[in-house]
C-alpha cells in the first residue's frame, strides 16, 4: 500500500472518530417544554446522526433520531433543532410521567460501531427554568458590536445618550 494513502485513511478515522463528541447535556424547563442541550465538538464535514432516548424503569424509549424509530407516543409531543455544535429537543407537556435518564448520542455516519454519549438524569422537582440570557450569550458577536458600534456613533454625534 502507497503510504500517502494509509496516512490518509488514517486522518480520515481519526477525523471520523473525533467529529462527534458530546461535551454535555443539560436540561431545563421552558413553560410546560423540557429542553434538552446536546453540545458537541464538530470537527468533521461528515454527517453527524443523533439520537436523544429516556430510560426509565429500565427500558430504553426513543424519543428522536436520524437512527431507530421514535416511540408513537413521543413524536407528536417533540421538536427538534440542529446547529453546528448543539442539538436541541424540546419535549411538550412534560409531567412526572416523563422523568428518567435521558441521553443524547451521537455517530459519524458510516460508523455506527463508533459513537458518543451523554445522559442527565431527570427529575420535575429538580428542573431549573431555562434562562433567556443563555440563548444570548451562546453568540454574544452581534451584541459586541452593537455596543462599540453605539460609541461610535456618539462618538460622530449621531445619538446622544
Avoid at 24 to 41: G, I, M
Avoid at 51 to 77: I, M, N
Avoid at 83 to 104: M, P, Q, S
Avoid at 126 to 141: F, H, P, R, W
Wanted: charged fraction near 20%; aromatic fraction near 6%; charge should be positive.
Amino acid at each position: 500500500m502507497n503510504p500517502a494513502i494509509g496516512i490518509a485513511l488514517l486522518l480520515t478515522v481519526l477525523q471520523v472518530s473525533r467529529g462527534q463528541k458530546v461535551t454535555s447535556l443539560t436540561a431545563c424547563l421552558v413553560d410546560q417544554s423540557l429542553r434538552l442541550d446536546c453540545r458537541h465538538e464538530n470537527t468533521t464535514s461528515v454527517p453527524i446522526q443523533h439520537e436523544f432516548s429516556l430510560t426509565r424503569e429500565k427500558k430504553k424509549h426513543v424519543l428522536h433520531g436520524t437512527w431507530g424509530v421514535p416511540e408513537y407516543t413521543y413524536r407528536a409531543r417533540t421538536n427538534f433543532t440542529s446547529r453546528y455544535n448543539i442539538k436541541v429537543l424540546y419535549l411538550a407537556n412534560f409531567t412526572t410521567k416523563d422523568e428518567g435518564t435521558y441521553t443524547c448520542e451521537l455517530r459519524v455516519s458510516g460508523q455506527p460501531t463508533q459513537s458518543s454519549h451523554q445522559n442527565v438524569s431527570v427529575l420535575r422537582d429538580k428542573l431549573v427554568k431555562c434562562e433567556g440570557i443563555n440563548l444570548l450569550a451562546q453568540n454574544t458577536s452581534w451584541l459586541l458590536l452593537l455596543l462599540l458600534s453605539l460609541s461610535l456613533l456618539q462618538a460622530t454625534d449621531f445619538i446622544s445618550l
